[in-house]
T-cell receptor
């Protein structure tokens, strides 16, 4: 079992739709959770950064973390064609020397005008 | 702020050759991590450098080595290149001094081994 599982999609939605992206993980020691957006042939760009369980909202984006279920989500409201990209979930441990990020495979999202 | 910069952008090498990739971290960051991203996959952690020392390493062979300079910039070296080393190599920087920060990525170096 991989440490982080993410449905690679592809996911295709019409403009204005609400998009839900999800990851599950197996390591209960993960404390920091991130969502990155990656456009084709570009580096990942940090979208959301949350610590432990709960919700965090930033504009059209909402990140949710449910540590009891080992499940994280990213919601995109009023999706735009410019949101078309690969979305990567990432997570790491709370302290010590383990600062490496563990990523999911990424979900390819296309928002159609 | 120039952010994280990597060079070169693209590179084509022959099997068996050696390659050096370079990374300059975001201003104020002291830690550099390297990741390998194969096509259709998420980035995989190679190693991390802090205070000019390798502090953590992922599951990569010794052919992958690195270095961090006093100005916090870093190099990734890969020896005896294999076709399977073809990937996007990403550099991420962050600060481990003081308050924890998130990692910022560069645009990557796309390495093709032929």
């Amino acid at each position: 079992q991989k440490e982080v599982e993410q449905d690679p999609g592809p996911l295709s939605v019409p403009e204005g739709a609400i998009v839900s992206l999800n990851c599950t993980y197996s390591n209960s020691a993960f404390q920091y959770f991130m969502w990155y957006r990656q456009y084709s042939r570009k580096g990942p760009e940090l979208l959301m950064y949350t610590y432990s369980s709960g919700n965090k909202e930033d504009g059209r984006f909402t990140a949710q973390v449910d540590k009891s279920s080992k499940y994280i989500s990213l919601f995109i409201r009023d999706s735009q064609p410019s949101d078309s990209a690969t979305y990567l979930c990432a997570m790491n441990l709370s302290g010590g020397s383990n600062y490496k990020l563990t990523f999911g495979k990424g979900t390819l999202l296309t928002v159609n005008p | 702020d120039a952010g994280v910069t990597q060079s070169p952008t693209h590179l084509i090498k022959t099997r068996g050759q050696q390659v050096t990739l370079r990374c300059s971290p975001k201003s104020g960051h002291d830690t550099v991590s390297w990741y390998q991203q194969a096509l259709g996959q998420g980035p995989q952690f190679i190693f991390q450098y802090y205070e000019e020392e390798e502090r953590q390493r992922g599951n990569f062979p010794d052919r992958f080595s690195g270095h961090q300079f006093p100005n916090y910039s870093s190099e990734l070296n890969v020896n005896a290149l294999l076709l399977g080393d073809s990937a996007l190599y990403l550099c991420a920087s962050e600060s481990l001094r003081g308050a924890r920060t998130e990692a910022f990525f560069g645009q990557g170096t796309r390495l093709t081994v032929v």
